[in-house]
């Protein structure tokens, strides 16, 4: 077994697979701790998986966060995260140079092998399989980056986990369905006197110094160490994407920012950086004939709320179990199911986040849903019930009634997610 990339997905597949007693290699371009650009917030998601591998308390200097506070079109609210069966009432932020190697590590410590500073250049195709999506993969040719030296990996199985540019998963065929959103966001550092605030802020309509609302959302996510994270996003399906500038955004941001953040430019920590952000399970094919794509390298991240630490851990242990059954004896027909564990875990649910996407694309939409909903506290609770994917399932409450709603709506509209899925 193979895993291309330590981050979330790879080392969370790494971590399952080990330690249900498989065989594995991880190949980790760089070295842990290394710096990642994100946004830093765990949702209760991504602690419940973290508690499931057995490292929450490993998360050291972790901020413990209760909930979101949403300002947009003059309102202010704090809502906290729902109480929910299965996850916990918190979550945390925590820098991913801090983050990701506790997981790998856990992962190494479960029996898995870790190469780090080593980068996949290339998978060794087989034969082409028949019926499959994606061509026979033997494993990777590496390259140890301090020595310079290359040499050739084999494997009965490869997991690519090799994140949102995945050169890896294209070389084996994988590509982007652009009718689907994706996002682009920047994110930078400052020191903040309200660095240990119990909330995560965002703003959802930022405003030049004309107060001219401009495309785009912001966040400031504290720390708990002096620092807050401060980044800004923006998704492909707003008709004003192709002439848009985060770096000019992000400026604009940190001067819209209530100035009680102290966001200046004595205290911003060194220059932003970005990224993109493949939502929706717009990546795939999503299994070859012994190959899975996890994480953001199958465009995992969450549509409705950017999210993809959580969904990086899900997918690393929904093809681990699929890897492992397949490893049992199951074969091509077990790896297979993958496919189906992840319709099942998001097909609708993604189908409704991307439709929203396209509806909130449009800013007059912005503008109204916002406008109405940043008016009511108790709706803005049930909407974020639904955009962090935290709905009950042992419960018909109002987040789960206006969700089985958006999701009608949703089944009436064209549907190529489920075809990407069950391609
Ligand atoms: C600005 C920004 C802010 C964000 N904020 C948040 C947030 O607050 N919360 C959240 O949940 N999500 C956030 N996200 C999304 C989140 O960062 C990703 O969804 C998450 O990192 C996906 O995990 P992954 O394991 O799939 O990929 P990655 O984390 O990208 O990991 C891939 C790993 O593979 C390695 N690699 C790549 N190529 C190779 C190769 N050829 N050989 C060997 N190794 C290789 C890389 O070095 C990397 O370590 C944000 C994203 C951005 C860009």
């Known amino acids: 077994m193979l895993v291309v990339g330590g981050g979330p997905a790879g ?9 249900a007693g498989w065989d594995v290699a991880l190949v980790e371009k760089k070295h842990f701790p290394r710096v990642k650009t994100c946004g830093d917030g765990l949702t209760p998601r991504s602690v419940r998986q973290l508690a499931d591998m057995g490292v929450e308390d490993q998360l050291e200097g972790a901020h413990r966060y209760y909930g979101l506070r949403a300002n947009g079109f003059g309102k202010t609210l704090e809502m906290r995260w729902p109480e929910h069966p299965h996850f916990p ?20 410590k479960a029996g898995a092998t870790v190469f780090q500073g080593t980068e996949a250049l290339a998978p060794i195709l087989g034969e082409p399989a028949e019926g499959a999506a994606l061509p026979e ?19 009965r199985y490869v997991v690519v986990a090799d994140g949102s540019l995945s050169r ?16 682009m966001a ?27 609302v401009v495309p785009g959302y912001g966040w400031i996510f504290p720390l708990g160490d002096g620092r807050v994270n401060v980044g800004v996003g923006l998704l492909s399906t707003d008709k004003r994407w192709k002439g848009a500038n985060t770096t000019k955004l992000m400026e604009t941001f940190v001067q819209y920012a209530p100035t009680s953040w102290g966001l200046t430019p004595e205290t911003c920590l060194g220059p932003p950086t970005g990224g993109r ?38 997918t690393g242990r929904l093809a681990a179990a699929s890897v492992g059954e397949a490893l049992a004896g199951g074969g091509r027909e077990a790896l297979a199911l993958y496919d189906e564990r992840l319709a099942h875990a998001y097909a609708d649910y993604y189908k409704v986040a991307n439709a929203f996407v396209r509806l909130i694309s ?3 939409a912005v503008q109204l849903c916002v406008g109405v909903g940043m ?31 958006m999701e009608a709506v949703a089944h009436l509209l064209p549907d190529t997610l489920s075809a990407r899925l069950s391609a």
């Open 11 to 19: 080392s969370a597949c790494a971590y399952w697979l080990a330690d």
């Open 89 to 108: 009432n918190y979550g945390y932020t925590i820098t991913r140079h801090d983050l990701d190697g506790i997981v790998v590590e856990r992962a190494a």
């Open 137 to 155: 993969c033997q494993g990777a040719t590496v390259r140890d980056r301090e020595a310079g030296t290359e040499r050739e990996l084999r494997a």
């Open 168 to 183: 890896f998963g294209r070389a084996l065929g994988t590509s982007r369905d652009r009718s689907l959103p994706q996002g």
């Open 186 to 212: 920047i994110r930078g550092y400052y020191t903040s006197p309200r660095h240990d605030e119990p909330w995560i802020e965002s703003h959802l309509d930022i405003r030049d110094a004309e107060g001219t």
């Open 277 to 314: 952000l493949p939502m929706g399970m717009a990546v795939g094919p999503h299994v070859g004939s012994n190959t899975v794509v996890v994480g953001d390298a199958g465009g995992s991240i969450n549509p409705f709320n950017g999210e993809g630490i959580a969904y990086g851990y899900e």
């Open 362 to 364: 449009n800013p007059q």
């Open 375 to 405: 008016r009511s506290e108790w709706l803005m609770t049930q909407l974020l019930r639904i955009m962090s994917n935290l709905m009950r399932p042992d419960a018909l409450g109002p987040a789960e009634v206006g969700y089985r709603a």
